[in-house]
């Protein structure tokens, strides 16, 4: 049951973003303690009586009672707002809320930056844009372009500077000691920014941000004018990954844009100019042609264009021995599409608004794992999977952190279906290295040996495959950085699903901050499942074998990337290598 403590802090008027607006030039930090400076140890995490589930109700400013998987995962997530009523990175008033989904778009990452720079083009006021990594690129190019041009737009209405704040994480000694560093404006063009004279029409802050060893700043987001925000799984760089990204409307942006306060965390200079003006959301949401943030979109036309931007990449993949598929089954390309399509862009069908909780955790640099129970993320992936009676979607780039592998095999054994979307080779250096949890390869094949030795058939309950690209009839390893795929999503039960910045592996579980939604919705859900296999080819030719986690093809060839077995000594030192690159700032995640 919730405690008095998290329903008071829940049910409070006051919020980070109303302690701003009464002083703007306060560092965000301070505002942050004085509002919330208190803990409670009071009540165990417990799963909710019917009664204590219409107090989890009243601890969210949810458009309608949701459903009860989503009410028992909710529950669990306020408990973590005892010991810290922060533990979200967001005011506890706006951590469950609503919204809708006009877009979603699944696909490489130029399409994801190109609709970045639509919003950022449009912009009024105000822009905050966060990544992980900024990398002088074609997406930073994109972006660089949009700034130019809306400043350019500034100039020519005669209006007042709009105001951007800029987050991105590449390590700096100096934040040993500071761990927000603002960034000088001579440096910016060494990361493809445009210089200060060039965006007359914009005041532009930009803010280096890393915690210190391992505490990386992995959040992707946008927010424009306050009335719409984007969630990604992509870094602004260029790598052949495919993404995802959702765009966001309604009160859940204000809970997006109070998250980007508390991240900024300084005073700025100058303050934001709406955190005075509580946004107005409109009785009816546009969707489609409807809504101008999205009548540049041409679905069949920007098809075509993302397809020939893969098939550039089938160009080079065939010069190196790596042959496409002919064609792709027209049924599995939904959306109006035809055969061969794919589709990156979902124009969701008009929608009221849904409930929606925001699940993030912050940073850790300290190495060990530890409070998993502490952060809404990882209490919300754990809940999630062990409510779970039917299902459980898994899609992510590695899959190693011990809760998660724990909670599958346990809902294995529950008799719960549990697929996971896993890439072959993804990031191995460095997930060799030790306590990081091992490849998925080594990782896959311990969680069938487990389940095969518990004799109990669990295992048939769990399926396996290694990401697959469109144009593929077999995995490729990622390590020939040629297909790979970054998606962070989790749904279960068709009912709930889980998305934002947050990987399945040690680092994300306990190290970075990371920024997620959890959306109750089943025609979201199945929109979503339905556009993602859509896009790739994993259920047609990614499964491993439910013996011992091997791929294998209809002709006896095994793919492997770093293979089954246990690491080397060698192995684990360039791991360790690539790690300390990371944290340096010259690596990646």
């Known amino acids: 049951m919730v405690s008095r403590h998290v329903f008071e802090l829940c049910t409070s008027p006051n919020t980070l973003i109303a302690a701003l607006e009464k002083a703007p030039d306060q560092p965000v930090s301070k505002l942050a303690s004085r509002l919330y400076n208190t803990a409670n140890k009071e009540h165990p995490n417990v799963p909710p009586s019917r009664d204590g589930r219409d107090l989890v109700v009243k601890c969210g400013n949810f458009p309608y009672r949701p459903s009860g998987i989503f ?36 696909s490489v990452i130029p399409d994801i930056m190109k609709h970045y720079a639509n919003l950022i083009v449009r912009a009024e006021t ?29 100039e020519a209405r005669g209006g007042e500077k709009v105001v951007m704040k800029l987050m991105y994480d590449r390590g700096n000694l100096k934040q040993a000691v500071k761990h927000r560093i603002l960034v000088d404006p001579a440096y910016w063009g060494r ?13 532009l802050e930009v803010v280096n941000y890393h915690h210190p060893l391992l505490g990386t700043f992995h959040a992707k987001y946008l927010v424009v004018d306050r009335r719409v925000a984007c969630l990604n799984s992509n870094n602004v760089q260029d790598r052949p990954n495919v993404e995802m990204m959702v765009h966001l409307e309604g009160p859940i942006v204000e809970s997006i844009y109070d998250m980007a306060l508390l ?56 010069a190196q021995g790596i042959q496409p598929i002919a064609t792709v089954p027209e049924e599995r390309c939904h959306n109006g599409g035809t055969s061969s399509d794919f589709c990156p862009h979902i124009l969701h069908k008009p929608h009221d ?62 008799g719960v279906r549990v697929t996971l979307y896993l ?60 297909r790979n795929c970054h998606v962070k999503f989790m749904a279960v039960d068709d009912q709930i699903a ?18 997620n939604i959890m959306v109750d919705s089943p025609e979201l859900v199945s929109t979503w499942l339905r556009a993602l296999d859509a896009n790739q080819n994993t259920r047609l030719y990614g ?23 246990a690491s080397s000594f060698v192995k684990r030192l360039k791991g360790l290598w690539t790690l300390m690159r990371r944290i340096s700032g010259s690596g990646r995640f």
């Not at 129970?373 to 754990?382: C, S, T």
């Not at 040996?449 to 077999?474: M, P």
């Not at 934002?500 to 306990?510: E, H, L, R, V």
């Open 71 to 106: 009410l028992q995962i909710y529950n669990d997530v306020l408990h973590t707002l005892d010991t810290n009523p922060l533990a979200g990175l967001v005011s506890p008033p706006l951590l469950g809320t609503s919204g809708v989904v006009p877009l979603s778009i699944i």
């Open 126 to 154: 105000e822009i905050i844009l966060a990544t992980n990594y900024w990398e002088l690129s074609q997406s930073s190019g994109i972006i660089a372009d949009s700034l130019r041009e809306l400043s350019k737009s500034v």
């Open 191 to 203: 990361v493809g920014l445009p210089s200060e004279d060039e965006i007359p029409g914009i005041s």
């Open 263 to 318: 991240t900024w965390s300084n005073a700025m200079s100058p303050p934001l100019p709406l955190v005075s003006k509580s946004p107005k959301y409109p009785a009816v949401y546009k969707f489609q042609k409807h809504n101008e943030d999205l009548k540049y979109i041409d679905p069949e036309a920007m098809s075509e264009a993302t397809r020939a931007y893969l098939q550039g990449q089938c160009a080079v993949n065939e």
């Open 353 to 414: 608004p849904v409930p929606i909780a925001i699940v993030n955790r912050s940073p850790k640099g300290r190495p060990g794992h530890y409070q998993v129970h502490k952060n809404p993320q990882d209490v919300a992936w754990l809940s999630a999977v062990r409510y779970a009676q039917k299902s459980v979607f898994i899609q992510t780039p590695t899959f190693n952190a011990s809760p998660i592998v724990s909670g599958v095999l346990d809902a294995c054994r529950r």
């Open 423 to 482: 890439d072959l080779g993804f990031n191995d250096q460095s997930e060799i290295i030790p306590f990081q949890g091992g490849t998925n390869e080594e990782v896959v094949h311990k969680m069938y040996n487990t389940l095969h030795s518990e004799g109990n058939g669990a295992e048939k309950h769990l399926e396996v495959f290694w990401y697959t690209a469109i144009d593929q009839t077999k995995p490729l390893s990622a390590a020939l950085k040629k």
């Open 498 to 515: 889980i998305l934002g910045s947050g990987n399945q592996d040690t680092q994300s579980w306990f190290h970075s901050q990371e920024v």
């Open 543 to 565: 499964r491993v074998s439910d013996i011992d986690g091997v791929w294998r093809g209809n002709d006896g060839e095994v793919i492997q990337a770093s293979g089954v077995a």
